[in-house]
């Protein structure tokens, strides 16, 4: 089954630190990927996508990932966190082969940013 | 341009009650989902709408229906609540299956 695996549930970190957000999926002949983010009492906000072309995806906020075919992985990250930053981060992917557009969601990771 | 809005915002339920939620979207999307999200699991889809006219069941449809009632409307219903629909419930859309998704605010769902 295809699957997404957040490898941290919670990142706890100090204002102005760099941060990576850990995230790896099932493998597949093509994939899309994405993060969100989801502040408290929202809903999710597109953070990213990745769908073709250069392997390093920038994002709002400063926000950047990276993919990375040969590892699975699709790992978030920005060199200098804000307390509004704190939130949950999901990672999702669409898996093009017989693709039908549903979204798999990683289980999230907080990011606790601390002053 | 509201995008994606759902309603209620929350809602107590009995077992055994039922319920719709409802959900639009003024985006002019071909495609709508619903989720739940609980604790620890991120989201997982229940059903979604490739395009109007057509629905199809997701991870966990279990105790749940769908109407796509027209391009703009996507609604949920439980039948006969139960404690384990307690959850939070995200409508979503998007252009077309492989686009970004777009969220509406959630509807907090307890069942007592």
């Known amino acids: 089954a295809q699957s997404v695996t957040q490898l941290d549930s919670q990142v706890p970190v100090f204002e102005e630190a760099p941060v990576e957000l850990r995230c790896n999926y099932s493998?597949?002949?093509?994939?899309?990927l994405f993060w969100y983010v989801q502040y408290p009492n929202q809903g999710l906000q597109l953070l990213l996508k990745?769908?073709?072309?250069?392997?390093l995806v920038k994002g709002i906020n400063g926000f950047e990932a990276e993919f990375n075919k040969s590892q699975t992985s699709f790992h978030l990250r920005k060199p200098s966190v804000h307390i509004s930053d704190t939130a949950e981060y999901f990672c999702?992917?669409?898996?093009?082969?017989?693709?039908?557009?549903?979204?798999?969601f990683g289980q999230g990771t907080t990011l606790q940013v601390k002053p | 341009n509201a995008g994606v809005t759902q309603t209620p915002k929350f809602q107590v339920l009995k077992t055994g009650q039922s319920m719709t939620l409802q959900c639009a979207q003024d985006?002019?999307?071909?495609?709508m989902y619903w989720y739940r999200q609980d604790p620890g699991m991120g989201l997982r889809l229940i059903y979604y709408?490739?395009?109007?006219?057509?629905?199809d069941k997701g991870e966990v449809p279990n105790g749940y229906n769908v109407s796509r009632l027209n391009k703009r409307e996507f609604s949920l219903r439980l039948e006969s609540a139960a404690p384990s629909q307690t959850s939070v419930y995200f409508c979503?859309?998007?252009?077309?299956?492989?686009?970004?998704?777009?969220f509406g605010p959630g509807t907090r769902l307890l069942v007592l």
């Open positions: 979503a859309s998007s252009g077309t299956v492989q686009e970004t998704q777009y």
């Open positions: 493998s597949s002949v093509s994939v899309y």
């Open positions: 990745y769908l073709s072309g250069s392997t």
């Open positions: 999702a992917v669409i898996h093009g082969s017989g693709n039908t557009g549903k979204l798999i």
């Open positions: 985006m002019n999307h071909n495609s």
């Open positions: 709408s490739a395009s109007e006219g057509t629905t």
